[in-house]
């Protein structure tokens, strides 16, 4: 079964701090994304990678960056985190081409910034 | 069904009913639809899906229907359970693109 875990369930930083949600897959998959979820607004995808080192903007990427210098690793880094980034971050993985695949889902993590 | 605005669309129904999920998409280049089932803490859980050169394909208890003429995707769920008390999502992509997902909709399945 596909395997896909992030860093943390649960995390409350504080405006301004830099924070780093780390999601790793265990199924070898080229694609990896990461979405937020917001009650009411679906899952908006903020980020996604078809492949190590490679980046795309999603629909909503302002105030978030990401980085895979691996293939199984794919993080996203709030620079400077700030209270309207407070939500649920969802990290998927598929396997090529992205929009023709089943994406498989981490836990999640919920992010509250004071 | 999936709605724009921030309220999320709720179905009731009842064990041992029939429930049917509502999606209208918005690309009518759209080739690929996806359903999840998403639990209350957990991450989405894929259902079934359907490329646009089908109108319909089942799965376990699980049927979806494409009318591609209106732009209207359908989740149905035969038989429903307790378990099956989650929020739905849609989903669908074009050219191969990433997944576009819809706002999603409750099932609260009561005894």
């Known amino acids: 079964d596909v395997k896909v875990t992030q860093s943390s369930r649960y995390l409350v930083k504080r405006t301004g701090e830099k924070v780093f949600l780390e999601c790793v897959q265990d199924?070898?998959?080229?694609?990896m994304f990461w979405y937020r979820q917001d009650p009411g607004l679906g899952l908006r995808l903020i980020y996604f990678?078809?492949?190590?080192?490679?980046?795309e903007k999603g629909d909503i990427p302002e105030g978030y960056s990401v980085s895979r210098e691996k293939k199984e690793r794919f993080s996203l880094i709030l620079e400077s985190a700030s209270t309207n980034q407070t939500s649920m971050y969802l990290c998927?993985?598929?396997?090529?081409?992205?929009?023709?695949?089943?994406?498989?889902f981490g836990p999640g993590t919920r992010l509250t910034v004071l | 069904g999936e709605s724009v605005g921030l309220h999320l669309p709720t179905l009731s129904v009842q064990e041992g009913d029939n429930s049917i999920i509502n999606c209208a998409y918005s690309?009518?280049?759209?080739?690929?639809f996806i359903w999840y089932k998403q639990e209350s803490g957990k991450g989405p859980q894929f259902i079934i899906d359907?490329?646009?050169?089908?109108d319909k394909r089942q799965g376990q208890r699980v049927t979806v229907l494409l009318n591609k003429t209106v732009k209207h995707l359908s989740l149905q769920i035969a038989a429903t359970q307790p378990g099956d008390s989650a929020v739905y999502f849609c989903?669908?992509?074009?050219?191969?693109?990433?997944?576009?997902f819809g706002k999603g909709t409750s099932l609260l399945v009561t005894p």
């Open positions: 998927a993985s598929s396997p090529p081409p992205s929009g023709y695949n089943e994406q498989f």
């Open positions: 199924m070898d998959h080229e694609n």
């Open positions: 990678s078809y492949d190590v080192k490679m980046k």
């Open positions: 690309n009518s280049a759209s080739d690929y």
């Open positions: 359907i490329r646009s050169n089908m």
């Open positions: 989903a669908e992509s074009f050219s191969g693109y990433a997944l576009n």
